[in-house]
């Protein structure tokens, strides 16, 4: 066990303690509320309190930390750290100080904002990289790894003799178990917001499946789905149920997975729990949107991720992996407009780690490429029928979407240009002239959302802007080139809702598709009129529930925006490869990262269930990348490792000569592998 020096326990104890204690006393102490000896006394109490829980820390963690770890690993949990606290002061806005800072005379408004900040940012600095170290140094026991394949021991020993878990029909549909709880969570809320929650672009894509005349502004593909789902039971219900059950095998056979690869029972309960508990996994699950089967989708390819990684990719050699890989790619792309790049990205990155797999990959890639061509193209076709946006307009039908999410984006940032005073020359005030009145030389823009006149007199207009396309494209990419700032802070705001852990109130940012309240409401269809008008029925559910998940909006930073979400599985995913040594782990982030950037770089509008993918793989395996991804050992334990594995009569894995030994039988899905590299 390595020694820390004392100087470095007390001083870096007390700089974390005079950080928190300087937040404290500067903000959280109002200068109105106690007498100035009272805030001190406080501060000092907090100062003391900290410092003593930071030397505690230091004497009996860090030093058993930095003996398991290698240097460079214990800098960049350090740095992870750093990074962290500091970045969560970034995309989380400090308001104003009101204690010690906001009397003092010497610092301006911006001063104090800076001094908090940097505070803040020490302050949550501290424990994230102690919190690292301990997660990258925990042991992973060697018995763990083969619970869920079978084989258990008795003791830490590798030498002993392991014990088969008990076998049968019952044991082989035990997974079902983790099925129950999202499922019943999603019943419940079936019931209370019966027959489905449905929002405006649901109630839309209900009235085509109806009529049969599809629009691909939201995927045809996914109305589609619903009218073949529909074909038992003609009912909203039959949609949100099939959508509860996928969702809930899918999160049951990761679990399974999961176990299999080392998850301790209580942890996979526990999560679980979580994703039937949080409310987001059920009202989502009930909702008609198309973002609920891209979800599942996504989830799914994540798991097939996984598949890869814990068998070194050899799971790609199976006789059907690429099928079922090219499958879910190909749905990925046809729910969503913007999954077509996660569905091309995905497997041309996979490919460079994999390389030995490449030919695999290709033939999922092609399996993908056919399925999308034959839907979008012989089946939209053959299926769809033109359907006019608006009264004597052009037929979009199930072409030209591409062309009207493209001027969507032209106009959208020309908005912003004109709200900047990005100068414009005559000829341009006269092209935005033509195509949508300027007042005081601009165009209405809201950043966070598309404005609804732009949307309803220009944008589904087509007349007016599909002749002129070209010169709307001309005109974006000129005041780009003038002034790329604007640009780039109408990117940075528009997605905001992806990376900023708080936003900004009342600036649009759509969460469910029900009234808030007070009272909770929620829209029925009661029928579709011949000219495809809906007719709805506004309801009040009579239970208390519905009320006590509208409270859950007040924190929505916790429960409704996903940034939170998407920096935990990163998080988990940083110290899964600072743990096992190998960037492996990291190939979990691909499809969240290749969507949530597109999406940064394209969104018009702040909606909780663009991001709902991250969410749900957040939930299901930030606790498995944190606390069951082993860890690279020793030879000598590897080489017990592989004693213990022969007398187990388990084969060395040809895929992985270099490993010390791998689980084979198909239905394991567990690799002992890499360790000690």
């Not at 780039?488 to 852990?501: A, D, E, M, N």
């Not at 599985?569 to 600072?578: K, T």
Request: charged share 10%; aromatic share 12%.
């Amino acid at each position: 066990m390595q020694r820390v020096k004392p100087a470095a326990i007390w001083g870096s104890s007390g700089m974390f303690a005079a950080a928190t204690a300087g937040v404290s006393y500067g903000y959280f102490l109002q200068p109105a509320a106690w007498p100035g000896w009272l805030k001190l006394a406080a501060a000092c109490l907090i100062a003391v309190g900290v410092a003593a829980a930071a030397a505690w820390t230091w004497r009996r963690t860090i030093p058993p930390c930095l003996a398991a770890l290698r240097p460079p690993s214990a800098v960049l949990c350090v740095l992870l750290g750093l990074v962290c606290g500091f970045g969560l002061v970034v995309v989380t806005p400090i308001p104003p100080a009101h204690g010690l800072l906001a009397s003092t005379p010497a610092l301006s408004a911006a001063s104090q904002q800076t001094v908090l900040s940097l505070l803040a940012g020490l302050c949550m600095a501290g424990p994230i990289a102690v919190l690292a170290l301990w997660l990258a140094s925990r042991e992973a026991s060697v018995a763990r790894g083969f619970r869920g394949t079978g084989l258990q021991t008795s003791g830490e020993d590798a030498g002993q003799t392991p014990t088969p878990l008990p076998q049968g029909v019952l044991a082989r549909w035990a997974w079902l178990g983790y099925a129950l709880p999202p499922i019943a969570a999603g019943i419940a809320y079936l019931i209370i917001f019966w027959p489905a929650l449905m929002s405006n672009d649901s109630l839309g894509q209900w009235s085509e499946m109806l009529s049969g005349q599809y629009s691909d502004m939201a995927p045809a593909f996914h109305g589609m789905t619903n009218w073949l789902i529909t074909r038992i039971w003609l009912c909203p219900a039959a949609v949100a149920l099939t959508q509860v059950l996928l969702l809930g095998l899918v999160v049951a056979w990761s679990l399974k997975r999961l176990r299999q690869w080392g998850m301790p029972r209580g942890l996979a309960w526990t999560t679980c729990a979580g994703m039937s508990l949080l409310p987001a996994t059920g009202i989502l699950a009930i909702t008609l949107w198309k973002d609920i089967p891209y979800s599942i989708c996504v989830l799914l390819l994540t798991l097939w991720i996984m598949e890869m990684i814990h068998s070194g990719g050899a799971w790609l050699s199976r006789r059907f992996s690429w099928i079922l890989l090219g499958t879910v790619l190909a749905l990925v792309a046809l729910y969503r407009h913007n999954g077509l790049p996660l569905a091309v990205g995905t497997p041309i990155l996979l490919a460079v780690p994999y390389h030995r797999y490449w030919r695999r990959l290709a033939l999922a890639l092609a399996a993908a490429s056919l399925l999308i061509w034959g839907v979008r193209g012989p089946l939209y076709h053959c299926v769809a029928k033109p359907i006019p946006l608006a009264a004597n307009q052009r037929q979009a039908g199930i072409g030209g979407v591409y062309d009207y999410f493209w001027a969507a984006l032209c106009i959208q940032q020309i908005a912003a240009h004109t709200a900047a005073h990005t100068p414009l020359r005559p000829e341009e005030q006269a092209l935005l002239e033509s195509l949508y009145p300027l007042q005081d030389g601009r165009w209405p823009y809201n950043p966070y959302c598309f404005d609804g006149g732009l949307n309803i007199d220009l944008l589904y207009s087509w007349q007016k802007w599909e002749a002129k396309k070209e010169d709307l494209t001309a005109l974006a990419m000129r005041l780009f080139r003038r002034r790329p700032t604007v640009y780039l802070r109408h990117v940075l705001t528009s997605s905001s809702y992806l990376w900023g852990i708080s936003g900004p109130k009342d600036r649009g940012y759509y969460i469910v598709a029900f009234v808030e309240g007070p009272p909770v409401r929620y829209q029925v269809l009661r029928e579709v009129k011949g000219n495809g008008a809906a007719v709805v029925e506004w309801l009040e559910p009579r239970v208390p529930l519905p009320r006590i998940v509208a409270k859950t909006f007040r924190q929505k930073w916790l429960f409704w925006r996903p940034a939170i979400y998407l920096y935990l599985v990163v998080l988990a995913a940083v110290i899964a490869m600072l743990r096992s040594r190998s960037p492996r782990y990291g190939l979990i982030l691909l499809p969240l990262l290749l969507h949530t950037g597109f999406l940064a770089a394209v969104t018009m509008s702040q909606e909780f269930r663009f991001q709902f993918p991250v969410y749900l793989v957040s939930v299901l395996y930030s606790g498995f990348l944190l606390f069951c991804t082993p860890r690279a050992v020793a030879p000598g334990v590897r080489d017990g490792v592989y004693r213990f594995a022969v007398r187990a009569g388990l084969p060395r894995n040809p895929a992985a000569p270099d490993a010390a030994v791998a689980l084979t039988p198909p239905d394991s899905g567990c690799i002992i592998a890499g360790l000690g590299r």
